[in-house]
């Protein structure tokens, strides 16, 4: 099984590589963009383990390890696929 | 006062403050190896500046699971007085013994340079041989030293005379044009409300040694030897 996780700035959370990127693209003519985000992905393959295992086993290492949730907030996928 | 500093993979600061504590105040002083599971028997406890596991994933995040680390939020539960400073501070408030981040530097660059700090509590275990309100220049170097906290917990900081340290000019001016780092409300150095954890961006072992013309730091380290 495969979890796919994102990690991003909560908003009001000042993102200065996401304010870089899009002065950037702006600089680019690409003027319709409006804000970016510069977060975080992951792919973590598990083996062993019911999809409902994984689902509250990946919560955890997100909420101990992979996001600080005073700053980020998280969201992920389980696929089966590879 | 018997100190131990805590060394980690990417620890670099950790043989400027064994030097400053050890030789320059002639404490006392051992390391200890971020492997070992057990705590000696120490009055104060240091976790140095550097770069502790390549500040990969966010800085301090990987070590705040390092195996010392059950032991350190142990000694400090307990009272035990601990300081972070630089890395350190950023360990501690990943391991949430400290409140808030740090977070990247708005500018994007790691500063390197002198700055002011006002002394906002000169109370403390940490300040206490600091005058009220009084200005200390001390070195910051960092990438991710901007101090981050919502609203709320801020105001509880400052309720609680938590914010000991905070980025100013000369004359001690709280302002953003002496903000180096976009930090919140200019902070650079809070303690626990406790009053045994303490954790500062600045770096104060790299101005306590005279054969340095700058001093300040020397404050912070006659502080906590006066108080204990």
Redesign the interface.
Same mark, same amino acid.
Do not use: K
């Given at each position: 099984m495969m979890a796919k996780i994102h990690i991003n700035f909560k908003k009001g959370? *000042?993102d200065?590589?996401g304010n870089?990127v899009q002065n950037a693209l702006h600089d680019l003519g690409y003027k319709e963009v409006q804000e970016v985000c510069l977060g975080k992905y992951l792919e973590i393959r598990l083996d062993g383990v019911s999809r409902e295992e994984a689902e509250t086993r990946v919560r955890e290492m997100c909420e101990k390890? *992979?996001a600080?949730t005073?700053?980020e907030s998280y969201r992920f996928e389980l696929s089966s696929a590879n | 006062m018997k100190c131990g500093v805590v060394v980690f993979p990417g620890s670099n600061c950790d043989h400027d403050i064994y030097h400053i504590l050890k030789h320059i105040f002639k404490l006392p002083t051992e390391w200890v190896w971020h492997k070992e599971t057990a705590l000696a028997q120490f009055d104060l406890v240091v976790l140095p500046g550097g770069f502790s596991y390549g500040d990969y994933l966010r800085a301090g995040a990987i070590a705040k699971f390092s195996p010392i680390m059950k032991a350190i939020v142990a000694y400090a539960n307990n009272g035990g007085r601990l300081i972070g400073i630089c890395n350190g501070f950023q360990i501690l408030v990943e391991s949430g013994l400290l409140p808030g981040a740090l977070m990247h530097n708005p500018s994007q660059k790691y500063i390197c340079k002198f700055v002011n700090v006002r002394v906002e509590n000169s109370d403390s275990f940490f300040t206490n041989q600091c005058a009220a309100n009084s200005v200390l220049q001390i070195p910051i170097a960092h990438g991710e030293g901007s101090y981050y906290s919502d609203p709320g917990s801020l105001q509880r900081m400052n309720d609680n005379g938590q914010v000991l340290f905070r980025y100013c000019g000369p004359d001690g001016e709280v302002d953003a044009a002496h903000n180096p780092n976009g930090s919140a409300e200019n902070i650079a150095g809070i303690m626990n409300e406790a009053g045994n954890v303490m954790g500062m961006m600045p770096h104060p072992e790299r101005c306590a040694d005279p054969a340095l013309p700058q001093l300040d730091g020397q404050r912070i380290f006659n502080s906590m030897i006066n108080s204990f």
């Open positions: 959370v *000042l200065p590589q870089a390890l *992979l600080n005073v700053i | -």
